[in-house]
């Protein structure tokens, strides 16, 4: 073989590893440029997936921030109609008690007072005050009658009367000149049961059921 037949064919021998060599070098490089640009379609929907799973929690959230607005501002129109029914309901008793009972309702209502207070307090030496309408009421033999009745039910038991005070019915009784007292007025049983009032109003208004009433 001439030595220009073997120089072509050496050229041509390292043609051709180069081009299969060039083959192999473009097949991998290929081969990666697909992997990179499959590992960028997976991160591109794995982060879509992320923001559409962010924002469904999120909306998750903002509806449990809307329902607990709602159900406060539920809450706050229940307790205002409660405090409004209680105050109805007061206002009520209050305008009955200032001037619509008669002397013999007035009497027995003083009578229940001082004999519940009476008891209350154990006995004893008492002092009973009552309104200034009421206080023609607290003669002798009213309050002998009464401690008689309270004697009888084991409560040993002296009422003597006391100066009026400011009250719209019923009594304030005290002992031990005055240290312990007891408000049996129908001011401060109003407030008691105003206060009794709001869970039974509360139930009225959550069931359904109708308002109570005040019992006197």
Known sequence: MAEGDGLQALEREILSEAEARA???????????????????E??????????????????RERVRSEAAAQLE??????????????????????RLEGGLSPGERQEALEKAL????????????????????????TPAFLER?????????????????QPVPINGGAVVSSDGG????????DARLERQAWE??????QALTERVPEPELAF
Request: proline share 1%.
């Open 23 to 41: 083959g192999e070098i473009a097949a991998a490089a290929g081969e990666r440029a697909a992997q990179v640009l499959q590992r960028a379609r």
């Open 146 to 162: 009464l401690a008689g009745r309270l004697r009888a039910q084991g409560v040993a038991t002296e009422l003597t009367a006391g």
């Open 179 to 186: 240290r312990i007292v007891l408000d049996n007025s129908f």
């Open 43 to 60: 991160q591109g929907a794995s982060q879509a997936a992320h923001v559409v799973a962010e924002a469904r929690r999120e909306a998750a």
């Open 74 to 95: 539920a809450r706050r129109h229940l307790l205002a109609a409660r405090e409004a029914i209680i105050a109805r309901v007061v206002a009520a008793a209050r305008a």
């Open 115 to 138: 004999l519940a207070a009476a008891a209350a307090l154990g006995g004893g030496r008492l002092t009973a005050q009552v309104a200034e309408r009421d206080a023609p009421l607290l």
């Open 197 to 202: 009032l709001r869970n039974e109003v509360w």
